[in-house]
């Protein structure tokens, strides 16, 4: 690696903090603010709406304004909406500032895919997604468990004021080190490289097929922390374990997928098998009474989630008419997953609330099951 991609890599950590540091923190914030289970769903839900709406966007602007530039500005907006969050007086400031977290967030992502096919060739490429989808599970990993240790010690609002410093630090440390990269341009204007994009039908196909991933660390990734608490009075920290333990195993299955691509398994296959398992595992948690099995349990899942992700990237760009449409089709399929993806947290909760914890794990895990399906088109079968 070379400091460049260590400088992506290490700021895709950073930003999946601000992603996770509130899952320890639910329990606290719903007693703080006298919230109902519903409202944290929601509360949940705000940040993915945020992600889902502005994906497009974003990859239009990326591709106007170029990668460097917009991924640089949505990590700092990302760390001032946790200042905003540390200041939230009630219930709807933190709601917004959530949501606008949602926003920054989108505008970091699809562009630093794109930054990320341009410093890297071929051969490496699949496996620096790989690394990047790790990166992620990492970053994730640090927001659970250390932000489980503040918020007990130092309470919710400061562990978002922290997150916040650390992220807008990240954004001028990402920016200094990606100006001199050579960004891919088509000759397209960006209207119709996006146009391009959208009507690339096995973008929409792929993207949905992979809703398993996306499930995996919107829902359970988040609510595990939340469902261990509610349903086995479990403490705040051991609960924040399992979150961690989601995200570190995480880290490592990218990192084992990002070597396992084009040497020992297929693109494709590695996608039907940890789609199947990661399905299955959200389910199956339904049926476990035991701690330890759920932890276990949570670690696979963990480890499933990363590779999804990675081989569903490789898929696309596969599909792509030039390498200039990365970072287009990055936004796209972002806001093809995250866009439904953004109610499973809110479904979760409502199913919760209505039926039991065990009818909410499995509806997840059958829902995303159910769009592996898409896989056996015509369309996506011929893909290598």
Known sequence: MNYRTVAIHSTRAVYAISWYNIAPGLLFIESDLSLTSVQIGLLVTSFYIGVGIFQIPAGYLATKFGNRNIASLGILILGISGIFSFLSPNYEFLLASRALGGVASAMFFSPAMGTLRSVTDDKTYGFHVNVFNGAFEGGAAAGIVGWGVLDVYAGWRLGFFIAGLITIAFSLIYFYALRRVKEERSVKSAFSVMKSVILNKKVWLLGFAGTAAVTAENVAAVFIVYYLEKA??????????????????????????????????????????????????MSVIAFIQNIVLIYVLICLLGA?????????????????????????????V??????????????????????????????????SLGFLALMFLPSIRKLS
Not at 250 to 255: A, D, K, L, S
Not at 305 to 331: C, D, G, N, Q, R
């Open 232 to 281: 086995f009075g479990i403490g705040s920290s051991l609960a924040s374990l399992s979150g961690t333990l989601f995200m570190v195993f995480g880290f490592f299955g990218g990192i084992v997928g990002g070597f396992a691509i084009g040497r020992s398994i297929g693109v494709k296959k590695l996608f039907y098998f940890t789609v199947l398992i990661a399905s299955l595992s």
């Open 304 to 332: 499933m989630t990363a590779p999804v992700f990675s081989a569903m990237y490789v898929l696309i760009t596969k599909s792509l008419s030039e390498k200039a449409e990365t970072t287009a089709s990055m936004s796209v």
């Open 334 to 367: 972002n806001g093809i997953q995250e866009i439904p993806g953004s109610i499973w947290p809110y479904a979760f909760t409502f199913v919760y609330a209505a039926y039991s914890f065990a009818a909410a794990w499995i509806f997840i895990g059958a829902i």
